[in-house]
């Protein structure tokens, strides 16, 4: 899937992938929990990242 010109990781003010923003309480209801489940999907790799990292001789990340 090519989405050309959006940012695809969970970032503060930014609604989830894939979705457009929403304004109010309604946005923070629907975005908070989609964004924990993408965090929790990407931090599976985490480990997998880290080494990669560790080998390139690139300092750690603290989040996914």
């Keep these: 899937m090519v989405?050309?010109?959006t940012y695809n990781l969970p970032a503060p003010?930014?609604?989830?992938?894939?979705m457009l923003p929403v304004a109010g309480l309604g946005g923070w209801l629907?975005?908070?929990p989609v964004r924990f489940m993408v965090?929790?999907?990407l931090a599976a790799?985490?480990?997998a990242l880290?080494?990669?990292?560790?080998?390139?001789?690139?300092p750690p990340?603290?989040?996914?």
């Design 30 to 32: 629907r975005d908070r």
């Design 39 to 41: 965090k929790r999907m």
């Design 13 to 18: 003010g930014m609604p989830p992938i894939g």
């Design 45 to 47: 790799g985490m480990p």
């Design 3 to 5: 989405i050309p010109g």
């Design 50 to 58: 880290q080494r990669a990292r560790h080998e390139l001789g690139l």
């Design 61 to 64: 990340l603290h989040n996914p």
